[in-house]
């Protein structure tokens, strides 16, 4: 990863997904991810967590979950 890039599309098998989605956003990246994004519900869960507090902690105006775009209250 660059750190001039922005978004990262990650599309590998399910079971190695988390890990990197978790890397990705902890660089401070957009993620992409095929269907299905993750192996088990637990994944999907901490995943969208850190999703979540990276947006918080950034001045973007939403944070993406489950495919459906969420303006941040």
Known sequence: MRSQDEVVAIC????VRCRIALDVIAAGKHVLLEKPPFSTLGEFRLVRLAAERAANASSDDA????GQV???P
């Open 70 to 72: 969420a303006a941040k």
């Open 12 to 15: 590998t098998l399910p079971d």
């Open 63 to 66: 944070a993406c979950c489950r």
